[in-house]
């Protein structure tokens, strides 16, 4: 099935800072999930794109699909302590799911 | 959206015993998932459970040491047997919405082998 390369693996920002996470493939990938985990939490979808150059954005997240749709990035604007968690993208192999090793956020008030 | 109950949430096993997760929906699906997250890992599909067949196993892993269940359409469960402290991580079934546009995920069970 299709992977996907996830940098960094670690980020500690200050609150207020902004993030980024990133996500590559070596295929041209159908589309692209991406999912938070909360610590202790299970993951929670947040977004799925689609399109070739998609951007799409949710409050003081964006998410992009790169032109080649091998590539995608999601952006956090002025983190919060509640974006603390571990964010993963995801790509379909058939219904399941090939998960990324996920960047995990700590946010400093 | 589809609400998924898992249990148990956690539990504390004796090396070489086996436990049994159960994974109920709140929706009739034809697929669920099994996913393992070892400790501070991403999540690593096990298998796909269908209803009515045998479960289809990934890479590394296999039937005998992770035998799995389907008897309807809404239930599951996972067994993992003879278990060894390298077993010790958190178990998560899935399911995906049925236009596959996104994933949910029971609580999770968080297994720790002693």
């Known amino acids: 099935g299709q992977q996907v390369m996830q940098i960094p693996q670690y980020q500690h920002v200050q609150e207020g800072e902004d993030f980024t996470t990133y996500c590559n493939s070596s295929?041209?990938?159908?589309?692209i999930q991406w999912y938070k985990q909360r610590p202790g939490g299970h993951p929670v979808f947040l977004i799925q794109?689609?399109?070739?150059?998609e951007v799409k954005k949710q409050k003081r997240l964006t998410f992009q699909f790169g032109e080649a749709k091998k590539n995608s990035s999601l952006h956090i604007t002025a983190t919060q302590t509640t974006d603390v968690g571990t964010y993963f993208c995801?790509?379909?192999?058939?219904?399941?799911?090939?998960f990324g090793k996920g960047t995990s956020l700590l946010v400093t008030p | 959206s589809a609400v998924i109950s898992q249990k148990p949430s956690r539990d504390i096993c004796q090396r070489g015993t086996s436990l049994t997760i159960q994974c109920q929906v709140d929706?009739?699906?034809?697929?669920m998932f099994w996913y393992r997250q070892q400790p501070g890992q991403s999540l690593t599909l096990i298998a796909t459970?269908?209803?009515?067949?045998?479960?289809?196993?990934e890479s590394g892993f296999v039937i005998d040491k992770f035998p799995i269940s389907r008897p309807n359409l809404t239930f599951s469960t996972l067994t993992v047997s003879n278990m060894s402290p390298e077993d010790s991580s958190i178990y998560l079934c899935?399911?995906?919405?049925?236009?596959?546009?996104?994933?949910?995920f029971g609580q999770g069970t968080r297994l720790t082998v002693v």
């Open positions: 899935s399911v995906v919405s049925p236009m596959n546009t996104e994933a949910f």
């Open positions: 295929t041209t990938l159908s589309n």
């Open positions: 794109l689609v399109k070739s150059g």
């Open positions: 995801a790509v379909g192999s058939g219904y399941a799911l090939n």
């Open positions: 929706s009739q699906v034809t697929m």
């Open positions: 459970a269908n209803q009515g067949s045998e479960a289809t196993y």
